[in-house]
C-alpha cells in the first residue's frame, strides 16, 4: 500500500454508458470525477459492431466508436480515466464517511462519493462455434439485434422469462423462431409460457440443445442435439440468440451493499442510492429489466445528480 492516500471527490467504477454518463454530469458539476475503467473499457457494447437505437446516430454507429464518444466527451469537462479494476471495497455506514476502496490489490483509494457501473455480463454457451460467431449472427441481446433480423429464422436459447420474452418480441420482427429448450420444460412463467404457446411463429423444441453453431462468417444454421435421442438436426437460421442469463459484476460488493437474489445491486425508489450513503449504482449492475445503453445513461446522470445532491447536503 503508498504511504499518501489519494482522496478522491466521486470516484466511478466502470466505463459502460453509465459511467461516461454519470462522468459526464459529475465534472460538469466540478466534482473532479476519477474513474476506474475495469478490464472492458467501454463496457459491452465495445463487443458488438452495430447499435443502430441509441438516440443521436441517425445512421447507427459501432459500439467501439461510440464508447470512444463518449470517453471524450467525459474527458473534455475533466473526467480522469484510469485503466485499472477495483478489487476490495470498504464503505463507511456514516453519512459524509469515507469510502475506502483498493485498485488492482495494491492502490487505496478514499472517496467521499462512489457510483458503481460496473455492468453485467451476459452469459454465454461456451461453444468455439458460438463465440466465434458473435456478432455474425450471435447475440445476447433480441432487443438490440433482432430487428437485424426482419423477416428471417431464428433460434432462441433459453428456458426462463427473460428467453421466453426474448422469443415473443423476435416472433414480431422475425418470420419464424425456433426455441431451443435443454430440460422437457420451460422455467419461464405459467403466463410467459402461454405467450409462447399463443405466438404461431414460435416453435418449442424441448430437451434439446445446440451442437454447433454452423457458419465460417456469418451464422447459417444451427445443428441442434436431442439429449435423451442422440439425434441432431440441421436448422438453417440466420440468428442464434443466446439468452440463458447474465451475470451482475457485483462479487465485491458481496456482504457490502444490499442486493437481490441474483445479485443485482439494490436501489432505493426511484433514485441511485444504494444501502449505504455516499455510495450510488448505476446501469445493468442495478437493472435486470432493461439492459439497454440508453436506460443505463439515464441512471448514469441520475447517479451523478444524486451524488451532487448528497455532498450538497453535506455543506
Ligand atoms: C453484444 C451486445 C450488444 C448490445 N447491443 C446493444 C445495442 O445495440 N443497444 C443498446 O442499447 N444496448 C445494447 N447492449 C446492451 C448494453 O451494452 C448494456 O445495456 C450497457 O452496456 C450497460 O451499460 P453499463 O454502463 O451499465 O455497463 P457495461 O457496459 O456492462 O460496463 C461495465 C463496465 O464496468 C467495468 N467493471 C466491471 N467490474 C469492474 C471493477 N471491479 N472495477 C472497475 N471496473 C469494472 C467494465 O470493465 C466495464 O467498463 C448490447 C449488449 C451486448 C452484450
Given at each position: 500500500?503508498?504511504?499518501?492516500?489519494?482522496?478522491?471527490?466521486?470516484?466511478?467504477?466502470?466505463?459502460?454508458?453509465?459511467g461516461?454518463?454519470?462522468a459526464?454530469?459529475?465534472a460538469?458539476?466540478d466534482?473532479?470525477?476519477?474513474?476506474?475503467t475495469?478490464?472492458?473499457?467501454?463496457?459491452?457494447?465495445?463487443?458488438?459492431?452495430?447499435?443502430?437505437?441509441?438516440?443521436?446516430?441517425?445512421n447507427?454507429?459501432d459500439?467501439t466508436?461510440?464508447?470512444?464518444d463518449?470517453?471524450?466527451?467525459?474527458?473534455?469537462?475533466?473526467?480522469e480515466?484510469r485503466?485499472?479494476?477495483?478489487?476490495?471495497?470498504?464503505?463507511s455506514?456514516?453519512i459524509?464517511g469515507?469510502h475506502?476502496?483498493?485498485?488492482?490489490?495494491?492502490?487505496?483509494?478514499?472517496a467521499?462519493?462512489?457510483?458503481?457501473s460496473?455492468?453485467?455480463t451476459a452469459?454465454?454457451?461456451g461453444?468455439?462455434?458460438?463465440?466465434?460467431?458473435?456478432?455474425g449472427?450471435?447475440?445476447?441481446?433480441?432487443?438490440?439485434?433482432?430487428f437485424?433480423?426482419?423477416?428471417q429464422d431464428?433460434v432462441?436459447?433459453?428456458?426462463g422469462?427473460?428467453?421466453a420474452?426474448?422469443?415473443?418480441?423476435?416472433?414480431n420482427?422475425c418470420?419464424?423462431?425456433?426455441?431451443?429448450?435443454?430440460?422437457?420444460?420451460m422455467?419461464?412463467?405459467?403466463?410467459?409460457q402461454?405467450?409462447?404457446?399463443k405466438?404461431?411463429n414460435?416453435?418449442?423444441?424441448?430437451?434439446?440443445?445446440?451442437?454447433?453453431?454452423?457458419?465460417?462468417?456469418?451464422?447459417e444454421?444451427?445443428?441442434?442435439?436431442?439429449?435423451q435421442t442422440?439425434n441432431?438436426t440441421?436448422?438453417?437460421?440466420t440468428?442464434?440468440?443466446i439468452?440463458i442469463?447474465h451475470k451482475?459484476?457485483?462479487?465485491?460488493?458481496?456482504?457490502?451493499?444490499?442486493?437481490?437474489?441474483?445479485?443485482y445491486?439494490i436501489?432505493k425508489?426511484?433514485?441511485t442510492?444504494t444501502?449505504?450513503?455516499?455510495?450510488?449504482?448505476?446501469?445493468?449492475?442495478?437493472?435486470?429489466e432493461y439492459?439497454q445503453?440508453?436506460?443505463?445513461?439515464?441512471?448514469?446522470?441520475?447517479?451523478?445528480?444524486?451524488?451532487?445532491r448528497?455532498?450538497?447536503?453535506?455543506?
Open positions: 500500500m503508498s504511504n499518501t492516500t489519494e482522496k478522491i471527490k466521486c470516484l466511478i467504477i466502470g466505463s459502460g454508458p453509465a461516461y454518463t454519470a459526464i454530469y459529475a460538469r458539476a466534482m473532479k470525477p476519477v474513474m476506474y475495469g478490464m472492458q473499457m467501454g463496457g459491452q457494447l465495445t463487443t458488438t459492431t452495430e447499435v443502430d437505437n441509441f438516440p443521436g446516430y441517425p447507427g454507429t459500439g466508436a461510440m464508447m470512444e463518449l470517453k471524450n466527451q467525459a474527458e473534455r469537462f475533466g473526467t480515466v485503466f485499472g479494476m477495483v478489487t476490495k471495497v470498504d464503505f455506514k456514516e459524509g469515507i475506502k476502496v483498493i485498485v488492482d490489490e495494491t492502490t487505496e483509494l478514499e467521499e462519493t462512489v457510483i458503481i460496473t455492468g453485467a452469459k454465454y454457451l461453444l468455439e462455434s458460438e463465440q466465434r460467431l458473435i456478432g449472427g450471435v447475440s445476447a441481446c433480441a432487443t438490440c439485434d433482432g437485424f433480423y426482419k423477416g431464428v432462441v436459447v433459453g428456458a422469462d427473460t428467453a420474452e426474448e422469443a415473443t418480441y423476435l416472433a420482427i418470420n419464424k423462431v425456433t426455441m431451443l429448450v435443454r430440460k422437457d420444460h422455467r419461464a412463467s405459467k403466463a410467459m402461454h405467450r409462447v404457446d405466438t404461431k414460435i416453435t418449442v423444441m424441448y430437451n434439446t440443445e445446440i451442437d454447433e453453431v454452423l457458419g465460417s462468417n456469418v451464422v444454421g444451427v445443428r441442434a442435439v436431442n439429449n442422440g441432431k440441421e436448422i438453417p437460421v440468428g442464434v440468440f439468452a442469463g451482475p459484476n457485483t462479487e465485491i460488493f458481496k456482504g457490502v451493499l444490499d442486493m437481490d437474489d441474483t445479485g445491486l436501489t425508489g426511484k433514485s442510492k444501502n449505504l450513503p455516499g455510495v450510488f449504482a448505476a446501469g445493468d449492475v442495478q437493472d435486470k439492459r445503453a440508453v436506460t443505463a445513461a439515464g441512471t448514469g446522470c441520475m447517479a451523478a445528480l444524486d451524488a451532487e448528497y455532498l450538497g447536503a453535506l455543506e
